[in-house]
């Protein structure tokens, strides 16, 4: 069985983060480990506290893996400082991981800022050079690129910019500000538009982190960077199609629409069972 590993935060919700991750890999046929970045206290409405792990104990996680069970493919989500981000590109160095995704986490959908300002220079000098695919939302992408995007033209100047300063391909997800939910790839030079139907659900909670462990799922597998996008996007359509409804703010949606199996019936009504 491939293997794959999240470093991430938690979230407690369990839409988002390692509990999304975690969802992810497993329904896309992997074997999911996590390294914890820190623990968040949140739900569909918001985030309301944050308790980062020490670099130390995050190395020491990394070093528990990468001695054993070595993974196929590594995503990396929410890394709120510095030391934490030092802490893994040594780390992604030292054991020669490959088919690294990053996903530059900056601000949940509910709107809390997930990374502090000194951190962004550390992820763009330290752990982007060392990706094969980094999957930035647009503000991300200003932030990433320098330049504003208000466009389909900008998108691709921004991925174009971001992907031949950092040397990986680019997955520009235009998503719920720009276009439908169309997302441009940047790679090895070519830009390629993914077309997504737009689906009419405001249960949104977590889809960035669900769409890059499945990108490190796929890719795990095996799947070129093109086709590990297209199935990606596949899934999250899916995911989102199943138009689960949870919580007061904007929910998380079904990871295991695709499951039905014996284990996952619901229970019916008898008789007989005591209530
Ligand atoms: N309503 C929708 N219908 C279809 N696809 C969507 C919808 N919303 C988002 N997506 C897709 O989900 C993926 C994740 O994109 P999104 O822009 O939501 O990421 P994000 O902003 O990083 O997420 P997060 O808020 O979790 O950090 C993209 O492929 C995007 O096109
Ligand atoms: C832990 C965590 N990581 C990422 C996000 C972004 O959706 C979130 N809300 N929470």
């Known amino acids: 069985m491939k293997t794959a590993l999240t470093i991430a935060g938690s979230d407690s919700s369990g839409g988002a983060g390692i509990q999304a991750d975690i969802k992810t890999m497993t329904v896309n046929g992997v074997f999911a480990m996590s390294a914890v970045t820190a623990l968040t206290a949140q739900n569909t409405t918001g985030v309301t506290g944050i308790m980062e792990v020490t670099p130390a104990f995050l190395k020491e996680q990394l070093d528990s893996i990468f001695t054993d069970i070595r993974p196929d493919a590594v995503k990396i989500g929410m890394v709120s400082s510095a030391g934490l981000i030092q802490a893994i590109a040594e780390k992604l160095k030292e054991y020669h ?6 996903d530059p986490v900056m601000v949940a959908t509910s709107g809390a800022k997930l990374i502090n ?13 060392l990706s094969d695919i980094v999957t930035p939302n647009i503000p991300e992408a200003e932030v990433l690129s320098g330049i504003e995007i208000k466009t389909e033209a900008d998108m691709t100047a921004a991925a174009e910019i971001i992907g031949k300063l ?8 235009g998503g719920h500000q720009l276009n439908d939910a169309n997302d441009l790839l940047y790679s090895k030079g070519v830009c390629r538009w993914f077309y997504g139907k737009r689906i009419h659900n405001p249960n949104t909670h977590g889809t960035g982190c669900t769409l890059s462990s499945a990108i490190a799922s796929n890719l795990a597998k095996g799947f070129s960077m093109n086709e590990s996008v297209r199935r990606a996007k596949e899934y999250i359509s899916g995911a989102l199609s199943a138009m689960l409804d949870l919580g007061a703010g904007s929910g998380p949606m079904n990871h295991a629409f695709d499951i039905k199996g014996k284990y ?11 209530q």
């Not at 991981?97 to 990053?102: E, F, G």
């Not at 300002?117 to 050079?129: G, M």
């Not at 950092?166 to 997800?173: G, I």
């Open 117 to 129: 300002d000194d951190a962004v220079s550390v992820l763009k000098e330290k752990l982007l050079p």
């Open 97 to 102: 991981a490959r088919q690294i995704v990053v």
């Open 166 to 173: 950092y040397h990986c391909a680019v997955l520009l997800k």
């Open 264 to 274: 996952t019936k619901e229970k019916t009504e008898n008789k007989d069972s005591k």
